[in-house]
């Protein structure tokens, strides 16, 4: 589930139709929920392969996307197991660790030490500033101990990877970590996956969005994410019988959310449980626009969020709460419009607008399309990101085992 696997993924699948050997060492499925399918319950290890894959799933404590001293349980466990039957893979050539979570990525940088291979840190999202952003921990202990831990790992990488260039800032101006150390591979899409269509009578039927205006939020519903301005504006939406706003997905926020919904009496509302990843694009083809909104605190600000590529692939233009990045390339694009975030009355104008203008919207969805097509593919991101790490396995280990 969620943008981190679709991510590893595409890239690993396209790494292995251009014939290369690869080898994905990840846990047994639990996210958001915390609960494994049976199947996986008590297995400390298997070898499954998936579109030339090969994939390690190694033993991970399930547990659910809230909460933090279960969470911290659950990564400590990956990083023991990962440890303990990482040296089933075949000997690699480089060795990429992805995070969040930071025991992820430290898993990854010792099993490459042990094999001698290179060792690239691909960084997702800012931990543990992340963590003290959305006021999940504050300062203490295990916070300092996070920190002293991301920068062993900035240091010691041989190359650095970042889904935005205001990650690559940020960790330059709070670690010292050299720009020259750095590349930027951004998320992208699945344009096999994300083909636009026009809406989907039967998904809207089943729904019960006849006749309305959908403006849907499709992702994790989280922390940081912002989305009571959301449920604020939808309060100031209640005279427009024809607004929808739907939240698709799971995560901490969600039984918070609902509740609060409740009690604002907001029948313009709904909650969708998450989706197979291949009835997603349905979901985008049944509304009218995406939502893609996080909390306004300085370090989001250079997010770029991956749904923001699969809205515009499937044609539906964005509003965005979020700014620096991801604000410049959907006003690029010409494919959105950004609200201040946290501004509920801006929000709620910007919808009303797009209500009342249909033949705008299509203009922006075929921008959009365009847009990322261009410079997102999955394939073409691939291939960038393949001419990086040919380049790190061709100098080598800057440590040896």
Known sequence: MGAPSARVHELSREW???GHDVTV??????????????????VLFRKESADGIRVLRSYVYAAPNRGTARRMVSYASFLVSALAFGRRAPRPDVVIGTSPQLL???????????FGAPF??????????????????RENLVVRGLRALARRLYDRSDR??????GYRRGIHERYGTPLEKMDVVPNGIDRGLFRPAEGDPALRAELGWEGSFVVLYMGTLGMAHGLGTA???AGLLRDEPRILLAFVGEGAE?????ARASDMGLSNVRFIDAQPKDRVPRFYAASDAGLVTLRPTPLFQEVLPSKIFESLAMERPVLLGVGGEARRLVEEAGAGEHVLPGDPAALAAAIRRWAAAPERLREMGSRGRAFVLERFDRRALAARYLEILEGVVRRGPARGP
């Open 25 to 42: 060492l990840t846990g047994f499925a639990h996210h958001p929920t915390g609960r494994k399918a049976p199947r996986d319950r008590g």
């Open 104 to 114: 992820s990525a430290a898993a990854a940088a010792r099993l490459a030490r042990s």
């Open 120 to 137: 690239v840190f691909e960084v997702r999202d800012l931990w543990p500033e992340s963590i003290l952003a959305v006021e999940a921990m």
């Open 231 to 233: 449920l604020e504006a």
């Open 16 to 18: 292995a139709r251009a």
């Open 254 to 258: 969600k039984d918070a959310l609902k």
């Open 160 to 165: 650095i990877v970042t889904v935005g260039e």
